[in-house]
C-alpha cells in the first residue's frame, strides 16, 4: 500500500493566484514527519517545509504553507501568489519514527501561467 | 566544498557490469540515503543508513548494495547492472535529533545501462 499518496499529477495555475498540492500519508506511527520538496527542471531537490507529527501548528516558511489535517492524514502544501517560477515538480514525503525511514510520494508537475 | 556530493555525475555502462555510484558529505550527518528517480514513479528509497556500520532497507533494494564504514561516505553498488537500473540516482543525508529535519540531496547521478 502507498504511504504517500499525490493524486495531482499535473495542475495548471495562473499566475499571483494560491496553489494547494494534495498529500495523503499512511501510518500507524504517532510520531512522525512529514516534508516537501521542489524540483525545478534543472534537477536539484530544494527542501521547502516540514511538519512534525506533534506540531500544534501549522507550519509556514514563506509564501509555503502545510495545511496539517492529522485526523484525515493529510498535510497539503500551499503556495500563496503563485510566481513564474514556482513551476516545477512538488514532491511530499513522510519519515516515520519506527525507522526513520523517509518515503517520497510520487510528485505533482506544477505549472504557473503567465 | 562543504556539502553532499556525487560522483560520477554521469555513467554509461553495459548489462552485467558492477558499477558503483559515491556519496560523500561533509556535514557528519548521522542518516544517509539512496533514492532511484524514474518517471511516473516519483523517488524511491534503495538503502539508508542511520549511523557508520549501521543500513536498512529501503522499498526497492534488490540488485543493490551499499556500505557505510565512515560516516561521511555511502556508496551503491549495482553488482550486476540491469537495464531496469537505468534511473537518476540521488544521495541524501540527514541530522537526527534537534530542531533539524531537512533531507540535504546531491545533485544525482544519471546512470544509464545498455
Known amino acids: 500500500a502507498q504511504k504517500i499518496t499525490q493524486t495531482q499529477p499535473g495542475m495548471f495555475v495562473q499566475e499571483k493566484e494560491a496553489v494547494t498540492l494534495d498529500c495523503t500519508y499512511d501510518t500507524s506511527d504517532q510520531s512522525y514527519g512529514l516534508f516537501w520538496y521542489k524540483q525545478p527542471s534543472s534537477g536539484e531537490m530544494i527542501f521547502l517545509i516540514y511538519?512534525?507529527?506533534?506540531?500544534?501548528q501549522n507550519a509556514t516558511e514563506g509564501r509555503y504553507s502545510l495545511n496539517f489535517q492529522k485526523a484525515r492524514k493529510s498535510a497539503n502544501l500551499v503556495i500563496s501568489a503563485s510566481q513564474l517560477g514556482d513551476s516545477a515538480m512538488y514532491f511530499c514525503a513522510m519519515r516515520e519514527g519506527r525507522d526513520d525511514k523517509i518515503i517520497f510520494g510520487k510528485g505533482t508537475r506544477l505549472h504557473i501561467l503567465p | 566544498d562543504a556539502g553532499i556530493t556525487q560522483s560520477p555525475r554521469y555513467k554509461i555502462t553495459e548489462t552485467g557490469r558492477q558499477v558503483t555510484l559515491m556519496c560523500h558529505q561533509t556535514w557528519s550527518h548521522s542518516y544517509m540515503f539512496w533514492y532511484r528517480q524514474d518517471l511516473g514513479h516519483g523517488l524511491r528509497l534503495i538503502y539508508y543508513s542511520a549511523a557508520a556500520d549501521i543500513t536498512d532497507k529501503g522499498e526497492v533494494p534488490d540488485g543493490y548494495v551499499v556500505s557505510r564504514s565512515k560516516t561521511e561516505n555511502f556508496p551503491l553498488t549495482l553488482e550486476s547492472a540491469t537495464r531496469s537500473q537505468t534511473s537518476v540516482y540521488f544521495c541524501?543525508?540527514?541530522?537526527?535529533?534537534?530542531?533539524?529535519?531537512?533531507?540535504?540531496f546531491g545533485p544525482g547521478t544519471r546512470l544509464t545501462v545498455l
Open positions: 541524501a543525508s540527514l541530522e537526527s535529533g534537534g530542531p533539524y529535519n531537512e533531507q540535504f
Open positions: 511538519q512534525g507529527s506533534y506540531d500544534e
